[in-house]
């Protein structure tokens, strides 16, 4: 079967249209969760769209999440009903919309103090009720028999039950990945490896952006009627160069989540462990996730925002013997076969925003002096309800062209987004020739051809999830698919940027 050319990526190809087309309705900076949902809405809903993102889609915040959909239980605590259903609302479309990168999955919390059955399993069947007749699963309370019958890993002294409930897991980068190819397939133009340096404005406002590619050091204008801020940490450094020299007071707070990933014989269970409470009040989890566990997350503020945040030594010996004081058997340094970093987004009150700002306790949505609408915040999760609140905000700020009434929308509750790629892989050879476990030659010239991939990095990061799950295996592979890319036409495949980055994987 000969490989559909209709879905091939061919980036001369966009590059040169990106230069062509003299004025989007919308440019998008930013190909992480939040402007990737907002190009596949607007495309949807016919809008001439364009998205840059200065690394690759994904590199932000948006490939390193603990990986769960989920309605936020600590919101349920503060009573703050309306997001927990609303985002389980949205973990139930995304496991509809993208069956493949997502799945439920049963969680189980160990109880140390004999009332924690009854009050966690009274907080968690409130949980359940919320999702209605998207629950994935019965709340349950388990004797300390049941739990030493299912989980005899988790800690039995002192151990006097525990509760399971139910939410569900995804592969975060894969989905923004396909939200690209999704929004790519509707119209819009998706562009990795461009970033944004600047403003293109008229009397202080707003009308366009400039920016350089990366691959070809090319520079570049691009005309919008408007264009939105989806830059996750670093949406307060854009903010900043379209404000100019007056300057404008930060909107966002940034703290560190990291992860450390073993293997599972340290969690053989199907099922995810949920440590309620640290020594620092937060929660814990084991998860198993593509053959390994992930651990983690810790919360760390920071000043500063790197591309490529590290996790700190703290951190790492944080989740270690936090970890440790719940299972049999505690995994040590020299087990970890990755540990990673990512950044949170948490935005300020909103007092000095202008006009419709629309602030809720995860996300908001508003416009600057300059007309540039910003947008932070928020989950993963709930990417798709933040990109409706940002075409909603456009509309009411009429900053979408008039001639078409926009707010007959063309919903992306319904919008499937994988496609079934069996016809496209099945036209590229090397299936059967393996560079790792797991990823075959095919896998790698498939990321070329049809998911955007320019980097050793974009494929064994986020194509691939190898760098996340064991970054030796994936620092042994990376010449091989420097080679691959090589092949494919890349000729610069960022090998030794690889070798360096990935070294901050290496516990
Ligand atoms: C440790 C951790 C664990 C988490 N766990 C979960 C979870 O389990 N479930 C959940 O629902 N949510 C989770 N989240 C939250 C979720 O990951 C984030 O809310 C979400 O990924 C934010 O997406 P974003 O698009 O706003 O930001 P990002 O993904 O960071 O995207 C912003 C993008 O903008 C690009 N950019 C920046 N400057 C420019 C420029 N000048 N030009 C062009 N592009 C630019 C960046 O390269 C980046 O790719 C977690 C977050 C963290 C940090």
Known sequence: MSENEHSRVDRSTLVARLKSEPLWDLAVIGGGATGLGVAVDAALRGLKVVLLEADDFAKGSSSRATKLLHGGVRYLAQGQLSLVREALHERAVILAN????????????????????????????????????????????????????????????????????????????????TLARSASRLGALTLNHFRVEGFLQEGGRVTGVHGTDSESGAQCEVQARCVVNAAGVWVDDLRQLAAGPAGTPPRLQVSQGSHVVVDREFWPSDEALLIPRTRDGRVLFAVPWQ?????????????????????????????LSEVGHYLTRAPARADIRSAWAGLRPLVQPAERAKGTARISREHAVWTEPSGLVCVAGGKWTTYRAMARDVLAHC????????????????????????????????GIPGADRMIAEGLSEQRVRFAVRHEFARKVEDVLARRSRLLFLDAHAAREAAPAVADLLHAEGILQPGLEDFMSTSEGYLP
């Not at 969680?107 to 069947?125: C, I």
């Not at 929308?409 to 499937?416: G, M, Y």
């Not at 496609?419 to 892989?425: M, S, V």
Request: charged share 30%.
């Open 291 to 319: 053959g390994k566990v992930i651990l983690g997350t810790t919360e760390q503020a920071r000043e500063d925002r790197p591309t490529e945040p590290r996790p700190m030594a703290e951190e790492i010996d944080f989740i």
């Open 395 to 426: 509309i009411a700020e009429d900053r979408i062209p008039p001639g078409r009434d926009w707010r007959v929308e063309r919903s992306t509750e319904h919008l499937p987004l994988e496609r079934d790629d069996t016809l496209l892989r099945g």
């Open 98 to 177: 993208a069956p493949s990168l997502a799945r439920p999955l049963s969680f189980v919390m160990p109880a140390y103090r004999w009332w924690e059955p009854f009050t966690l399993g009274l907080g968690l069947g409130a949980y359940e009720s919320l999702a209605g007749r998207h629950s994935l699963g019965p709340t349950r309370r388990l004797s300390r028999k049941q739990m030493l019958a299912t989980l005899p890993q988790v800690r039995a002294e002192g151990l006097k039950g525990g509760v399971r409930y139910w939410d569900a897991q995804f592969d975060d980068a894969q989905l923004a990945v």
